[in-house]
């Protein structure tokens, strides 16, 4: 596999580190980010033999945003135990239940990813995970699997019932707001 960092690519090219940078951006040059976050430029061949590896990190609500970056490098070890090169690393806060997670959208719409690496199934999304495994075009890995139904069945049942009870206190606190604010406009 051919690569070298971005600044020798420029050096070679005649153009600054700043243009060569646009090119990456622009998507006119292949190229590779280490976990270290050196950009590797890459010529074709290599691009095609090595496909694009993607390290997704998920966790609930910023409060654990400490088992986000303890989660990004468990899941990048397991990917240098197996010899993948890491393109990306994506981290990202928010529930998921919820299907507006701005990352993954972009993950999931990127037609250049090969490869999706994620911890644990509920990582990536709760419900619904063999649709998304069934229509994404690349591959999706998972780490640990559950060990068997019962206890992945039972994470689901708690995922439900966590998300309804959040949406009706949320509609009630809604509802208190809102009539406070009649209130004191009324007054």
């Not at 009706?168 to 209130?183: F, H, V």
């Amino acid at each position: 596999m051919s690569s070298m960092k971005l600044s020798e690519y420029a050096k070679r090219n005649s153009i600054t580190y700043n243009t060569a940078l646009r090119m990456i951006k622009s998507g006119q040059l292949p190229h590779r980010r280490l976990p270290t976050g050196t950009i590797v430029v890459l010529d074709d061949e290599a691009t095609v033999a090595a496909g694009y590896t993607v390290v997704y990190a998920r966790v609930s609500s910023s409060e654990n945003r400490d088992n986000l970056e303890t989660q990004a490098s468990r899941v990048g070890q397991f990917c240098s135990a197996k010899g993948w090169i890491i393109s990306q690393v994506i981290k990202e806060c928010g529930s998921g239940l919820k299907d507006t997670r701005p990352k993954l959208m972009k993950l999931l719409m990127d037609k250049s990813v090969t490869l999706i690496v994620v911890e644990h199934r509920d990582r990536l999304t709760r419900f619904g995970f063999n649709y998304l495994k069934t229509l994404y075009p690349g591959e999706i890995v998972v780490i640990n699997e559950a060990a068997n139904d019962k206890h992945e069945l039972m994470q689901d049942f708690v995922s439900l019932v966590t998300s309804f009870c959040a949406r009706l206190y949320g509609q009630r606190r809604t509802k208190r707001n809102t009539e406070r604010l009649i209130s004191q406009l009324n007054d």
